[in-house]
């Protein structure tokens, strides 16, 4: 039978005083640290619920060291399938993320109810009152974290989201990633487990913002990036103008090219220039073939044109560029 524990906050302005304001209510079933794992469903296999509270502590040092202020967890956990719980805050000073992974929940968020899936990303910000409920067959990773950034790495996770609601799918990546988050209590809270922690954190919200952006583009519309990208890889040795790219997708060249920056955050002919540079780089430090064969093979006759175009992308000259290899 579930039971409700508060937990009780005062965070002042320049310092943590208690738990940082993690979550104002959490119904917690029952909490391990024992060992689990996943079947191959990415499921859980053992039925532990999991729950860490960053001590203060650590808390107080991870708002002020340099390597960890940007972005840190408050506190994290796994809830598993086998039992009703809750989820739910008040007034907080921090972002609360939810990730199902099994089955499906009920999302209760400014004045409306719905359903969470498996796949599904949750994300509240600050001072935003919530109900989460999961279901027998609900199995769910939360986190609680804040920041100097965090607001900037919500960003780019809320823009893509439907007031706090979106897929993104089962990522066996972000599966190991929150595994590793849960493990660090058992590995211990030194300096180097903590930073590497952090920094996991910051790439698994960065991984989700990328998925949620590719995941809506790709219903708005079908526009394949990873063939218009093989078509340009594929014609490096010679100019494609935007007239030919934007016909190679069936779009006029403003949706084309709105498109493709919406997508890459590049224009579609700077972008196909960055490939051919690309490819220039390779092959002067794993050829010794002339900067003008070089400048040729991928559609640049004028050298000269070529170099200056190479330093305006690199940062130096092609000959500059190859001398280097050995000057790292």
Not at 170 to 185: E, P, R
Request: charged share 20%; aromatic share 10%.
């Amino acid at each position: 039978m579930s039971f409700l524990v508060k937990l009780e906050h005062i965070v002042q302005q320049d310092k943590i005083d208690f738990l940082a304001s993690i979550m104002d209510y959490i119904v917690i079933i029952k909490h391990s640290y024992l060992n689990y794992s996943m079947n191959e469903n990415n499921q859980l296999a053992d039925e532990q619920d999991i729950r860490l509270v960053i001590p203060l502590f650590l808390l107080r040092k991870l708002k002020e060291h340099a390597l960890t202020s940007g972005l840190y967890p408050i506190s994290l956990g796994q809830y598993s399938r086998n039992n009703n719980y809750q989820i739910s805050q008040r007034s907080n000073e921090q972002y609360c993320l939810i990730y199902c992974q099994v089955g499906q929940g009920k999302l209760h968020y400014k004045n409306k109810s719905r359903m969470v899936h498996r796949g599904d990303l949750v994300l509240i910000p600050p001072h935003q009152q919530f109900n989460y409920q999961g279901h027998n067959n609900n199995g769910v990773y939360w986190i609680n974290f804040t920041g100097k950034l965090a607001d900037d790495f919500a960003e780019r996770l809320l823009m893509k989201m439907d007031d706090g609601l979106a897929h993104v799918g089962i990522q066996s990546n972000i599966i190991a990633d929150f595994d590793y988050l849960l493990d660090l209590g058992s590995r211990g809270y030194t300096a180097t487990n903590v930073i590497h922690a952090v920094h996991l954190l910051q790439q698994a919200l960065s991984f989700l913002a990328l998925q949620l952006r590719a995941s809506a583009f790709n219903k708005a519309s079908n526009f394949d990036l990873e063939a218009i990208e093989n078509l340009m890889r594929n014609n490096l040795h010679q100019e494609l103008n935007l007239d030919v790219l934007a016909h190679y997708s069936q779009l006029s060249k403003f949706h084309f090219a709105k498109k493709f920056k919406d997508l890459t955050d590049t224009s579609p002919i700077q972008h196909f220039i960055n490939l051919k540079i690309q490819h220039a780089c390779f092959q002067l430090d794993n050829s010794e073939d002339t900067i003008k064969s070089i400048a040729e093979s991928i559609g640049y006759n004028d050298p000269y044109y070529f170099s200056r175009l190479f330093k305006k992308v690199v940062g130096m000259s092609p000959k500059q560029y190859r001398d280097s290899r050995h000057h790292q």
